[in-house]
């Protein structure tokens, strides 16, 4: 009988095997950016586009003046569009938000011109008012399960039609106020800009390590490094480019800070809250959700109330731009550019997929683009066309990507 010596015994450790060193792999690249793994670039590739196009045509566009004047066309139409991406999540929509941004800044103007309300008074009237439109809607679809854009239709021309009320036989209230002017036509001296700017970097940087912290301790997969750094510092060049060049005109404008910040606000609550993480299993199977005991119909209602009252906000901004309402506020094609500005943006319209910078970037591609054909003294008729061209290629690529992500089992 032999004895097996101890150390025969114990398993001898392994070698780790070496790990390939990671290569840039552009065909990995090219299959994301086409089955929208990577929704954020294939906008900016697009914004890259369009931006070149138009400075080839006018050299005038990228001008200082004309960058701080598309800030301020977009500010309004943007902040509308964070509400349509928070619908969108749901796999709804609203239909109802361009109407519900005139009602508003039409209860914004009365109350403060014609009943004399303090500044601050009038406009949390008109957010409050479309707090309530919302908590209407979302209630009426959930409870009775009926078809959002139904709901929604209805509601755009019942608020169209409230609006006539609201504004009475003259039809047109001139906004006088210097508080609610200034909304729109402050700008932050070079000094304050850029500290904002230092300030939105470093929290950036702080909040991307803490996340990569996080992911790290909860044994999630993270992004290599150098993708990080890529990241980070194309975020912190584009703040630095747009705030000298805002800086060497007016200044950065208060409506874009406010549209930024809101932006921030609603992307830390999809991300960091739990009522977030329910809007997204909400959006991607009501079904699952309601059975891992989601209040699907609290989310939805909660959805349709943020979604009116950011509509309520936009309009709030766009009547501190024009310094009136008028019956026509809210209607035009408003409507069609929000929702086109949350889909180019990168939301999907089947819901629980897309980000609110979406709301961001979708706003900077529309107003983009009818900025463009304004410089070039285009027809209102091409300027539609364009428009829905770009929208009908934006949601088709969305079908497209769906459909692959699908195949490969990725859905």
Known sequence: MSIIPAQRLTAEPETPAPQPRARLDLRAIARKIAEG???????????????????????????PTNLTNLALQIAGMGTIAVGVVLVLLLGEIDLSVGAVSGLAGGIMATTSVLRGWPAWLAILAALAAGAVIGL?????????????????LAGLLAWQGALLAVLGANGTVNITDPTIIALAGTFLS???????????????????????????????EVDRFAVLVL???AIAAAIVAGTAVLSSERG????????IGLVVLINGLLRWSTFGRHVYAVGGNAEAALRAGIRVNRVRILVF??????AAA???LLASRLMAVNQNSGASDLLLLTIASAVIGGVSLFGGRGSVWAALLGAVVIGSISNGM??????????FMVTGAVLVTAVSFDAITRGRRRAHGRL
């Open 305 to 310: 109330m943020l979604a009116s009252t950011m």
């Open 252 to 259: 950065v404008p208060l409506s874009l800070l406010i549209l």
């Open 314 to 316: 936009g309009g709030i």
């Open 374 to 383: 304004d410089l070039l003294a285009l027809d209102s008729s091409v300027k």
């Open 231 to 233: 990241r980070v510092g």
């Open 136 to 152: 209407i809607q979302g209630t009426i679809a959930t409870r009775l399960q009926i078809p959002s854009f139904v709901i929604t």
């Open 37 to 63: 793994e990577l929704g954020s670039v294939r906008v900016l590739l697009v914004l890259a586009f369009i931006w070149i196009v138009f400075s080839i045509a006018n050299d005038r566009f990228l001008s």
């Open 190 to 220: 070079p000094a304050i800009g850029w500290g904002l700017a230092t300030l939105s970097i470093a929290v950036i940087i702080g909040g991307e390590l803490l996340q990569r912290r996080r992911r790290r301790a909860e044994s999630l």
